[in-house]
């Protein structure tokens, strides 16, 4: 690993494993899951079914979940609720792990899988189930570095049944890199691809891109949302 990614990986270990509420705060962590982070979580859902409608996807049942970097478990509120029996959380933080299992509903399992930042692979052999849906949202773009991203969709992908469906945020822009850029000072608009490489990354880890849908926040941060499908 080059030089100035180690240096972006070992500061995004420091942020999002830390028990600072503050540094964590980055992210979509909750206290309470009835209230935004619920609807961020329906409106994830939704966006999926959006996408599926469009292109004419016509999948299996849906019951195994994958989901990478739970967050406070918004998606895991909404998705729990709605047909999924099993639902596997990978993450390289125990709290996040612990924080998103309050969201699971009362007729689904839960697995939790920490993985080293660095390792993605490690999750394949931790969990023995295939899954139908993997679901990664605000997150790949606060992944530290592109190699990273690039073996984190390869992982998942490897823990996908045939034809499985896989729903994946993230944020439009550039990626970082110069000789003053720290993974800390600009984690807001961090960025570790350019967006446009998106359908190409892809390829190469194992996913088809079917399509994707972009989305203006409030804050005038665009969000592509893309569907794919595992082969």
């Known amino acids: ?15 999002w494993t ?20 619920a609807r961020i979580g329906k409106n994830h859902f939704d966006y999926l079914s959006m996408l599926k409608g469009i292109h004419q996807v016509e999948s299996m049942p849906m019951r195994r979940l994958l989901e990478w970097g739970p967050g ?10 709605c047909g999924f029996r099993h639902i596997t959380a990978v993450d390289i933080s125990e709290l996040s792990l612990e924080e998103a299992a309050r969201a699971v509903g009362p007729d689904t399992s839960y ?14 052999e931790k969990t023995i189930i295939p899954h139908d849906l993997f679901i990664c949202t605000a997150v790949i773009q606060h992944v530290p570095t592109e190699h990273l991203v690039i073996r984190l969709m390869a992982a998942a992908a490897n823990m996908m049944r045939s034809g499985g469906l896989g729903f994946v945020q993230f944020r439009t822009g550039h990626r970082m890199r110069g000789d003053k850029i720290t993974y800390s000072r600009h984690i807001k608009r961090w960025m570790p691809f350019q967006e446009n ?26 969000y592509v949302y893309s569907l794919l499908e595992a082969y």
Not at 22 to 28: A, E, F, I, Q
Not at 72 to 81: L, T
Not at 205 to 213: D, N, P, V
Request: proline fraction near 2%; charged fraction near 30%; aromatic fraction near 10%.
């Open 1 to 15: 690993m080059q030089t100035r990614d180690a240096e972006y990986t070992r500061e995004a270990l420091s942020i």
């Open 18 to 37: 830390s028990g600072n509420k503050k540094k964590r705060g980055l992210s979509h962590f909750t206290e309470n899951l009835t209230g935004r982070w």
């Open 72 to 81: 406070g478990g918004s998606n895991i509120f909404k998705f729990s609720r």
């Open 111 to 124: 697995e939790k899988i920490i993985v080293p930042i660095d390792s993605p692979e490690d999750a394949i």
């Open 197 to 222: 490489a998106f359908v190409d990354l892809c390829l190469h880890t194992g996913w088809k891109f079917i399509g994707s849908h972009k989305v203006e926040s409030e804050a005038k941060t665009g």
